[in-house]
């Protein structure tokens, strides 16, 4: 019971966000970044596998989020409605990548306003000691998921490190409840492959050592 008046009263707040977002408020705007910045910059970067496009791109969404608010018809929720964005905008920089050279997508040759976003991405609240700790953590699984399908990255980072429902992911890709559940089964299976360790060969009985007498 505890959970359904939470839920009814998370939802309110939801809509009555949205409402002061479609008013044009300043105050709404920046609660809405205070939420949702950080989150989807770091789901973007473990798309894209680099800080300023993954800065790039999180700037577009929100820029996308302010000119559609209006189009929000509620059918799903807000935080469901701004992660389909950040999918489809992630995908358009891929689809555009694969059109030009990496060169052109140097830190340098950006705007000086892209290194102002990326310092807002960092988060203060860790110390040297924790960060290092926790890039050792992700460094091989995000190697792996760089590795997966796009299909299959996406849906795992929903799943698995976004923390999103089963339904929620269905909702932000557009595909049946049915092909999230095997995109993230396979998903997984091909990051399993890429972590564990080989299994060792047993030696040939060709190759075993005589006894030493």
């Given at each position: 019971?505890a959970?359904?008046?939470?839920?009814?009263?998370?939802?309110?707040q939801?809509?009555?966000?949205?409402?002061?977002?479609?008013?044009?408020?300043?105050?709404?705007?920046?609660?809405?970044?205070?939420?949702?910045?950080?989150?989807?910059?770091?789901?973007?970067?473990?798309?894209?596998?680099?800080?300023?496009?993954?800065?790039?791109?999180?700037?577009?969404?929100?820029?996308?989020?302010?000119?559609?608010?209006?189009?929000?018809?509620?059918?799903?929720?807000?935080?469901?409605?701004?992660?389909?964005?950040?999918?489809?905008?992630?995908?358009?920089?891929?689809?555009?990548f694969?059109?030009?050279?990496?060169?052109?997508f140097?830190?340098?040759?950006?705007?000086?306003g892209?290194?102002?976003?990326?310092?807002?991405?960092?988060?203060?609240?860790?110390?040297?000691?924790?960060?290092?700790?926790?890039?050792?953590?992700?460094?091989?699984?995000?190697?792996?998921?760089?590795?997966?399908?796009?299909?299959?990255?996406?849906?795992?980072?929903?799943?698995?490190?976004?923390?999103?429902?089963?339904?929620?992911?269905?909702?932000?890709?557009?595909?049946?409840?049915?092909?999230?559940?095997?995109?993230?089964?396979?998903?997984r299976?091909?990051l399993?492959?890429?972590?564990?360790?080989?299994?060792?060969?047993?030696?040939?009985?060709?190759?075993?050592?005589?006894?030493?007498?």
């Open positions: 019971m959970d359904i008046v939470a839920g009814l009263v998370l939802q309110d939801e809509l009555e966000l949205v409402e002061e977002l479609r008013e044009g408020r300043e105050e709404a705007f920046a609660c809405l970044m205070s939420v949702y910045q950080q989150p989807i910059y770091n789901f973007v970067y473990r798309l894209l596998e680099d800080s300023g496009d993954a800065a790039d791109v999180t700037q577009e969404v929100f820029l996308k989020v302010f000119r559609k608010i209006g189009e929000f018809r509620g059918d799903c929720s807000l935080k469901t409605w701004i992660y389909r964005i950040a999918v489809h905008e992630a995908s358009n920089l891929r689809r555009w694969f059109r030009h050279r990496r060169g052109e140097s830190l340098e040759e950006n705007h000086e892209r290194a102002a976003f990326l310092d807002v991405l960092v988060d203060t609240q860790e110390n040297q000691y924790e960060q290092v700790l926790r890039q050792e953590r992700m460094r091989a699984v995000e190697k792996a998921l760089f590795q997966l399908k796009e299909s299959f990255r996406v849906a795992v980072v929903l799943r698995d490190i976004e923390g999103l429902s089963y339904e929620e992911i269905a909702e932000i890709t557009g595909v049946s409840l049915g092909t999230v559940k095997s995109r993230i089964m396979r998903g299976e091909a399993k492959t890429r972590l564990l360790p080989p299994e060792p060969h047993p030696a040939s009985s060709s190759c075993a050592l005589e006894p030493v007498e």
